[in-house]
């Protein structure tokens, strides 16, 4: 069984002007399948460009990247294209819905590009099962502004989801949301991830990392931290403990 | 076999595309109508300036065969080297023994007559009718191919005998005696009785735009001694045997003319020869000036509306930065997005082509109500416009296009 990530010592280097920025020094990761991956770092540490990377935005300019097996390192923008549709599922910080398009017309995007199309009423059901699968079928018809935070993420997991891939990338998925909300979305990723998902989350928030099964810690571009969670959370009993707490102070006089 | 499916795949993902342009479009249904608006002027006036043109070249030909057969035209006057013109038709310059000599002397000749014409009220019973009264001669209605629709012309004799005869217009029988029939009728023309021989068929408008049917057509020698009581010639007709005729016999009628009115040479000429052909050139040079001028506006239209779709597409583009940015994150090729927004430019411009030809048809028609100027609207004229249209959305909307489609996912996905 391969590993879904395999980064050989990849660097990344931008030429902005005079200034050649080292975002990326000579990273070596292997992610296998199932795993539940935190990267961390401040910011300017180079977790946003490996994570372009990771997520077939941008091409590494030394070493090579396997993703599931293909060796994409070398590959050109359309069969990028063709690969993040098939292989990866984004879920970004602000949600990057489309605005004034329903929540399951947000969930068929990637089916609208996907080589080998569905027909319509086939990626209509998939989508409504992938809304089904992250709690929000009852609101397949709303636009994002009609929406709540959490249920916006939760429409972009689901549109991560619908084509079935072997990765998902999170930036920052929590970044825009409430402590309650953040437990929920993270419940939802540890129930992906018990289903045999294989998430790779960026984030800065320690206790968001303690979700994950394994915490990469980057500075200057390079990996300085790579363990497995000590003492890893689970949301769902985080959720259980919140909603004793909320019992608790109805009861207060 | 799989080549065919690939097909299939491929055309699923463009039609699935284009609707994704037209949702966009019918969001912003103002601005695309805005947009749109040049190409819809640009293309309005092209399809109003050919229906115009064509109406008025077949108009213009029509006319020209309704003033007869191999015909050459003599007016007295003449216009000179500088183009002003003394005293054309007026100052009767040609005599009846002009139009004499024409006939005797050129033997290509077969017919001529004489015309003079004035506007007279006429009356009939309690009718009366303002008409422009015609002397001609016997030979006037073969020369110019004019049947009668009812009874006949008048003869050789009547001219020699400057007899009170006339012969009606369609325009002028119908104001005079409606459903009557009036042959055999009289008809007072300046208090003087005439008695109507014939009426002739309809030959409708003239290539200055006046009613020919709207007329009264009696033997020149009656006009002049009776009614208007002139000596000289406004213009005459002249017939040739064949059209390869009419050029030898304009200057041999240039020559005889001069000669007669002892014109001294390298002085001007008196009389204008005119040929069919001349006149037409005359009628259509002002249509065609008409029609490059409207061409220069609908060129000018169409680049000014192709520059607005390109703008607004621009604009669009930027507007649209983070959408593009999701669509190529979740797998949209460079050349996915640059076909969504090639086809929203290529829409806005071919309908706008639609509206236009819409627009064109409408106001030719109005024009040719108005105006009584014949429209005439060919469907190719139609089919370029649109074809046009489109190719115009291609070209200006490509760059926009292009723009959108080379983004970097990153950027676009950061774009506020």
């Known amino acids: 069984m391969s590993a879904v990530i395999q980064l050989e010592d990849v660097h990344k280097t931008y030429h902005t002007g005079e200034v050649d920025v080292h975002a990326v020094r000579g990273i070596s990761i292997t992610i296998e399948r199932g795993e539940f991956v935190a990267i961390m770092g401040a910011s300017g540490s180079g977790k946003s460009t490996l994570m372009n990377i990771l997520g077939c935005l941008d091409r590494p300019s030394r070493g090579r990247y396997l993703l599931d097996g293909t060796d994409v390192s070398t590959l050109d923008r359309n069969e990028l294209a063709d690969i993040r549709n098939r292989k990866l599922g984004f879920v970004f910080q602000n949600f990057n819905l489309l605005s004034r398009t329903s929540a399951l017309e947000n969930v068929e995007l990637p089916m609208l590009y996907t080589h080998r199309r569905l027909p319509s009423a086939q990626a209509h059901e998939k989508a409504f099962r992938a809304l089904q699968t992250v709690g929000l079928a009852e609101r397949a018809s709303h636009h994002p502004s009609q929406l709540s935070g959490g249920q916006q993420q939760r429409v972009a997991i689901a549109r991560a989801l619908v084509n079935d891939p072997p990765l998902l990338l999170a930036d920052e998925p929590t970044g825009n949301l409430d402590s309650r909300t953040s437990v929920e979305i993270m419940g939802l990723l540890q129930r992906l991830n018990e289903q045999g998902l294989t998430i790779v989350m960026v984030t800065h928030e320690h206790d968001i990392a303690a979700y994950a099964q394994r915490n990469v810690v980057m500075r200057d571009g390079q990996i300085v931290h790579d363990h497995s969670v000590a003492s890893r959370l689970s949301a769902e009993a985080e959720l259980l403990r919140l909603r004793a707490a909320d019992q608790a102070v109805k009861l207060a006089p | ?416």
Not at chain 2, 91 to 108: R, V
Not at chain 2, 154 to 178: N, P, S
Not at chain 2, 326 to 343: E, N, T, Y
Request: aromatic content about 6%.
């Open chain 2, 1 to 416: 076999m799989n080549f065919l499916v690939e097909t299939g795949y491929w055309l699923l993902r463009v039609v699935a595309i284009v609707k994704i342009a037209l949702r966009a479009l019918r969001r912003n249904k103002m601005r695309s109508v805005l947009t749109a608006l040049g190409i819809i002027i640009g293309v309005g006036a092209v399809i109003a300036m050919v229906g115009i043109g064509q109406g008025a070249k077949s108009q213009v030909e029509a006319q020209i065969a309704s003033l007869g057969r191999n015909v050459i035209l003599v007016f007295s006057g003449s216009i000179t080297r500088s183009g002003v013109h003394t005293g054309w038709g007026s100052a009767g310059t040609l005599t009846i023994g002009d139009a004499d000599a024409i006939l005797l002397e050129i033997k290509q000749v077969v017919a001529v007559s004489p015309e003079v014409r004035r506007g007279i009220q006429v009356s009939a019973g309690n009718q009366n009718w303002f008409t422009t009264v015609v002397g001609g001669s016997a030979s006037y209605f073969q020369i110019r191919q004019w049947d009668f629709a009812q009874g006949c012309g008048f003869t050789e004799q009547d001219v020699r005998g400057a007899t009170k005869v006339c012969v009606l217009g369609k325009t002028t029988a119908e104001q005079l005696f409606g459903d009557e029939d009036p042959i055999g009728k009289i008809i007072r023309i300046s208090n003087a009785p005439f008695t109507i021989l014939g009426v002739l068929s309809s030959k409708g408008l003239s290539v200055m735009g006046t009613d020919q049917d709207d007329v009264v057509i009696i033997p020149y020698t009656s006009a002049m001694k009776r009614l208007m009581g002139v000596t000289t010639l406004r213009s005459m007709l002249v017939q040739t045997a064949a059209a390869e005729d009419l050029e030898t016999v304009r200057t041999q009628i240039t020559d005889l003319l001069r000669q007669r009115h002892r014109i001294a040479p390298g002085k001007d000429d008196d009389f204008t020869v005119r040929t069919q052909e001349e006149i037409a050139q005359m009628a259509t040079a002002t249509s065609r000036v008409m029609s490059m001028l409207l061409a220069a506006i609908a060129a000018v239209s169409l680049v000014v509306g192709g520059i607005g779709i390109m703008n607004i597409m621009l604009v669009s583009v930027t507007e649209r930065t983070r959408e593009i940015g999701i669509r190529m994150a979740v797998g949209a090729r460079p050349r996915d997005i640059l076909l969504q927004f090639l086809v929203e430019a290529v829409t806005l411009s071919s309908l706008g082509g639609l509206l236009g030809v819409a627009l064109g048809v409408g106001a030719a028609k109005i024009i040719a109500w108005k105006a009584q100027w014949p429209v005439l609207i060919s469907p190719e004229s139609i089919v370029i416009s649109v074809i046009f249209s489109a190719a115009i959305g291609i070209f200006f909307g490509f760059y926009p296009a292009r723009k959108a489609a080379r983004l970097d996912p990153i950027e676009a996905l950061r774009y506020e």
